[in-house]
């Protein structure tokens, strides 16, 4: 899915609102499904102002309490509001950061898995095209061979040509084996980072 234009804040706060009046979750990957476009990060941060700025249901009582104690309880109500509310911000931003830096490894560990998938397939060819190679020249190798037995005539022209292709044999068989180690150690890197990749998808699963 393509990012499109940059998501402004108003059209957020719009489909979020349209999202909790039809009862449903409002969360980042709903948004994302709703607006059809736009990063995580964007969405992110956007949905943090829309939750912090939503106003609280608070159910009024029909019992009028004395002017004084009123006071009292909105001074107190404010003092307590104003410390959850730091309290929590705080929370956020920590949990905003944790999240994001996950995700910013999380993508990365993306980007790595698929470079050396598409390095292990470059390898795997390779490796192909080697071995025919290597099959090729040992029966080149065997035919010489067969013809050197029996036709002792050209022997010393025969002998120069199986001498070459033992070289390149050797040579190839030498690049093949390379490759394949080469394959191997990749394969080696590429189940680390799927590993990592399985981590990251728990810390990010356990911050929403």
């Known amino acids: ?4 234009p940059v998501i402004e804040q108003d059209e957020l706060f719009e489909v979020a609102n349209r999202l909790e009046a039809e009862g449903k979750e409002v969360t980042a990957l ?3 499904e709703a607006l059809g476009r736009g990063s995580l990060t964007t969405i992110y941060k ?3 102002v829309w939750k912090t700025a939503k106003p609280s249901k608070v159910q009024l009582s029909n ?6 104690v009123k006071s009292a309880f909105m001074v107190a109500w404010r003092e307590a509001s104003q410390e959850a509310g730091q309290a929590v911000e705080e929370a956020r931003e920590k949990a905003k950061e944790e999240v994001a830096a996950a995700l910013r490894q999380f993508h990365g560990a ?3 898995i698929a470079r050396l998938e598409k390095e292990r397939e470059a390898d795997a060819d390779q490796i192909q095209a080697l071995n025919e190679h290597v099959d090729k020249l040992a029966q080149d190798v065997s035919s010489l061979e067969a013809s050197n037995a029996a036709l002792k005539a050209q022997g010393e022209a025969q002998a120069k040509d199986l ?5 390149e044999l050797a040579k190839a068989q030498a690049e093949r084996d ?3 180690k080469a394959a191997a150690e990749q394969k080696g890197k590429l189940a680390s980072l799927e590993a990592q990749n399985a981590d990251l998808m728990k810390v990010i699963g ?3």
Not at 1 to 4: A, N
Not at 163 to 167: A, C, F, P
């Open 1 to 4: 899915m393509g990012r499109g």
């Open 30 to 32: 709903a948004l994302l």
């Open 46 to 48: 956007h949905l943090e």
């Open 63 to 68: 019992n009028e309490m004395p002017d004084r």
């Open 110 to 112: 993306l980007e790595a």
């Open 163 to 167: 001498e070459r292709l033992q070289k």
């Open 178 to 180: 390379e490759s394949m």
């Open 206 to 208: 356990s911050k929403k």
